[in-house]
């Protein structure tokens, strides 16, 4: 009888699979997604660079320090003080004439020019409607900045009303949506109002812009002034401050505390650095 002789187990080694090859897999396919996609929209930042949405240049300047440009807006302007010959006051000898102060702090992101101003155009009137949400996320410090000043972690953010006319040429209410993002962003709660400018400012001279007017809907400003909180306004760009005067009377004729407004740009910057409201380097507009 012949014994067997024992048989050894053999293991055939399995190939191990390659490192990192499913990662390279889901990262070509998702480059091929976009690629596919760029050639119905476009990747491409306000600026002309292609292969992004937003370039770190242009992300930048929605990461400015927010400026007070209050002082920088005719329409705001109300009169403080009146003097008919100089007067002597806390050491100082004041000049016969008037002292102005602005009616609200107003907080902006830089000068609405250059790069900033193609950026705000492509968002507003462009069709590059994805930039709402890094606007709105640039926007966030100065919102947080007027409401820390009454000590407020959630104000009401109400955008300025635009005319139908305008919402329909550009496919959406873009300030309303910039509220609805910066409320996405926790910066305070969003508040749509039904309002309407009663006047247009195109073809109206610089004396008649200032003096607009908005009307809000009376049934949502007694609800929003129940809600017993302040508010902030919020808009694309000021210029001469005259919708943002209107809203703010509209809203302070309702009984609603108006704390200021945040806006993107400003068509004209203070000639010396202004910092934001408590700040030790704020001017003190007027």
Avoid: F
Wanted: with cysteine; hydrophobic share 40%; proline share 7%.
């Amino acid at each position: 009888m012949h014994s067997r002789a024992p048989q050894r187990a053999t293991h055939r080694a399995q190939p191990a699979p390659e490192t990192g090859r499913g990662e390279r897999a889901l990262a070509l396919l998702a480059e091929i997604a976009a690629q596919t996609c760029s050639l119905v929209a476009p990747r491409s930042c306000p600026c002309g660079q292609d292969g992004t949405r937003l370039c770190p240049d242009c992300a930048a300047l929605l990461r400015a320090s927010p400026l007070r440009v209050d002082a920088c807006c005719d329409a705001l302007q109300v009169l403080s003080a009146a003097r008919i010959r100089e007067q002597r006051h806390d050491g100082r000898l004041l000049p016969a004439g008037v002292d102005h102060s602005a009616l609200l702090p107003v907080l902006a992101l830089g000068e609405y020019g250059g790069a900033l101003q193609r950026l705000v155009l492509a968002w507003k009137n462009g069709g590059m409607l994805h930039l709402c949400g890094a606007l709105a996320e640039g926007l966030v410090p100065a919102v947080r900045s007027l409401a820390e000043q009454v000590g407020t972690a959630e104000p009401l953010l109400v955008p300025v009303p635009s005319r139908p006319a305008a919402r329909l040429r550009r496919g959406e209410d873009h300030t309303g949506e910039l509220v609805r993002a910066l409320d996405r962003e926790g910066a305070g709660r969003g508040l749509l109002l039904r309002a309407a400018p009663t006047t247009a400012q195109e073809g109206r001279g610089a004396r008649a812009r200032r003096l607009r007017r908005i009307r809000l809907d009376p049934a949502q400003a007694r609800r929003a002034r129940a809600l017993d909180r302040p508010v902030i306004i919020v808009d694309d760009i000021v210029t001469t401050g005259s919708t943002l005067r209107g809203m703010h009377e509209a809203l302070d004729a309702e009984g609603i505390e108006v704390l200021g407004a945040v806006v993107i740009a400003s068509a004209r910057m203070p000639g010396a650095a202004a910092g934001v409201p408590g700040s030790d380097e704020a001017d003190d507009p007027g």
